[in-house]
């Protein structure tokens, strides 16, 4: 009976354990993290989520305050947010140090990848979008993996760059349809992706589905981008993601062909991981019936999350001149439109008291700042599986190092639980 380890990713002329763990934003696939998949010969990712809010947190500056400082007077502005930009030299500052807080501490065979929420349109998309890209690669990021909301010209503004052939550059699809549209539109380039991660429905953050994410399998859209690959003779490594919760479920992936697999869920319980220790309790002891895939993130795509997350109904006040990285080119945001709009109900009806809930939307930015959406993958009610009970009803969290090996190494299904 194989197990992971018996096969290899290759990039280019690297050899990889085929294991990426792909990444979780904001911060919650932390540097930490990603340096202990490259450490173990694999490949981690940090996010380019909210770096420069994320890097404010990690090294003391002050993009953030600075930001707010600078667009104050505009808070209580709730029907404008289009002059709300981001200055475009502190946005590659932050990023460059983000990216070389990972690649100075680098150690191993393994490599680090970012992963480019394309989906932030931070109130000028294009713009923005290239400043982070180019920053990462300039900083020495090894490879770019281009996820939620792919920009199919994502390729065109980097082609210039002189790592632009060099480096890996990846993307996240879920389904044969996004993969073509993506290689037509990048094929003035005249550049492959080095890998495509196909991610499946029961994957954690934004799903590349609709509300109808149930009808989908991971392994059926695997076999179609398989078989249109061979018949356009075009060798392209495929990483199946979303749902693959033991080390012999990425092994059937492999043995049918698959370069490596990319796995998140299993490692939000990881020392390494940037929940908050009790918010990692959450997950653990999360069933079935308590995660919901909805449609409250302002991006518009489904999202999965533990329902009890404190975002879920909240009202925060939009944070958009200390965040706004979900403002559109126009500086709107559809969080906007519905806290607006129960603030206008609440004065139309001041019996009903005063304070705002909005429900079917929620401030993004400030939430997954905050650690109050627990978005998580379906497998999240199998955590508990993979460890021990305390005393106090607590489980216990495990290395990185320890789930690492449990995929690589594990065989019959079965899960290492911690010595
Ligand atoms: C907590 C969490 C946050 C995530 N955030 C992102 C993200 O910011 N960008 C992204 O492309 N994918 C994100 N994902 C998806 C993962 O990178 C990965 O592809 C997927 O969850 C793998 O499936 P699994 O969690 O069942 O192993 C996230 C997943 C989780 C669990």
Redesign the pocket.
């Known amino acids: 009976m194989k197990c992971v380890d018996d096969f290899r990713l290759r990039l280019g002329n690297q050899e990889l354990v085929p294991i990426m ?6 911060d ?2 932390t540097v930490e993290l990603a340096l202990e998949a490259a450490r173990l010969g694999g490949i981690g ?1 940090i ?1 380019d ?1 909210m770096v420069p809010t994320v890097i404010d947190r990690h090294l003391k500056t002050r993009y953030t305050k600075d930001k707010l400082k600078l667009y104050k007077a505009n808070v209580t502005n709730l029907a404008d947010k289009s002059e709300v930009k981001f200055h475009l030299g502190e946005l590659e500052e932050a990023t460059r140090l983000h990216v070389r807080r990972a690649m100075d501490a680098k150690q191993g065979d393994g490599m680090v990848f970012i ?1 480019c ?1 394309e989906k932030l349109t931070m109130n000028a998309p294009r713009e923005t979008l290239k400043v982070r890209l180019t920053a990462a690669l300039d900083a020495g990021i090894e490879g770019i ?1 281009l ?2 909301g792919l920009h199919l010209g994502s390729f065109g503004m980097i082609e210039e760059h002189p790592r632009f052939r060099d480096a890996k550059l990846g993307i ?1 699809v879920s389904s044969l349809r996004a993969l073509q549209l993506f290689l037509r539109k990048s094929a003035r380039s005249n550049r492959l992706p080095d890998y495509v ?1 196909v ?2 429905p ?5 799903l590349g589905f609709g509300m109808d994410w149930a009808e989908y399998d991971l392994f059926t859209i695997v076999a179609e981008i398989q078989a249109w690959l061979k018949a356009e003779q075009l060798d392209l490594p495929l990483i199946p ?5 033991t080390g012999s479920d990425a092994t059937a992936f492999l043995e049918n062909g698959a370069a490596a697999v ?5 490692f ?1 319980v990881s020392h390494e991981c940037g ?1 908050p220790d009790p918010i990692k309790q959450e997950y653990y002891k999360a069933d079935e019936d308590d995660i919901v895939v909805n449609g409250i993130s302002p991006t518009g795509y489904p999202m ?1 999350m533990i329902k009890s997350s404190p975002a879920i109904g909240a009202g925060t006040h939009p944070n958009c001149e200390s965040f706004g990285y979900i403002l559109d080119a126009h500086g709107r945001c559809s969080y906007i439109d519905a806290y607006n709009r129960e603030v206008a109900a609440a004065a139309a009806n001041p019996a009903a008291g005063k304070k705002i809930k909005v429900y079917d939307k929620t401030c993004l930015c400030t939430h997954m700042r905050d650690f109050d959406l ?7 009610s199998r955590l508990k599986d993979t460890s021990v009970k305390q005393e106090d009803g607590n489980y216990t969290l495990l290395s990185a190092e320890h789930i690492f090996h449990d995929y690589q190494f594990s065989k019959d299904g079965k899960i290492a639980l911690p010595g």
């Open positions: 763990i792909g990444g979780m934003g904001v919650i696939s990712h996010s989520a992963n929420m993996t996820a939620a996240i991660v991610e499946g029961l994957a954690g953050g934004h993601a979303g749902g693959i919760f990319q796995v998140a869920t299993r939000t929940l999965r627990w978005t998580c993958g379906h497998t999240t």
